[in-house]
Nanobody, 123 residues
Framework: QVQLVESGGGLVHSGGSLRLSCVAS????????MGWYRRPPGKQRELVAA???????IYADSVQGRFTISKDRIESTVYLQMNNLKPDDTAVYYC?????????????????WGQGTQVTVSS
């Protein structure tokens, strides 16, 4: 089993920044790709950003240029630096991990999920 623990959420004013972290533990050899999803209030969960098994970074159009995902392979940790936050970024953010074919440039989500961390952006 793989456990994912997120941290770094909170309340911030519009234009502010936050950095989310997700640490994987347990059978980390079972994962080779990690990403962040979010669920805004009253909406479906959506992919925000991911680092694929081919080390490609993927971003949702709505966060391109404002968010940066990075992954520390040794520490099995993934980060999401969020800058110029907007009220529409308000959501519960979930860390996700997968084992995909090596070299993949796509991310469709995996079986492992964190408990979620709340991000609230006030206008």
């Amino acid at each position: 089993q793989v456990q994912l623990v997120e941290s770094g959420g909170g309340l911030v004013h519009s234009g502010g920044s936050l950095r989310l972290s997700c640490v994987a533990s347990g059978s980390v050899s079972r994962i080779n790709a990690m990403g962040w999803y979010r669920r805004p209030p009253g909406k479906q969960r959506e992919l925000v950003a991911a680092v694929t098994s081919g080390q490609t970074t993927i971003y949702a159009d709505s966060v391109q240029g404002r968010f940066t995902i990075s992954k520390d392979r040794i520490e099995s940790t993934v980060y999401l630096q969020m800058n110029n936050l907007k009220p529409d970024d308000t959501a519960v953010y979930y860390c996700n991990a997968a084992f995909d074919p090596w070299g993949s440039t796509q991310y469709d989500g995996g079986d492992y999920w964190g408990q979620g961390t709340q991000v609230t952006v006030s206008s």
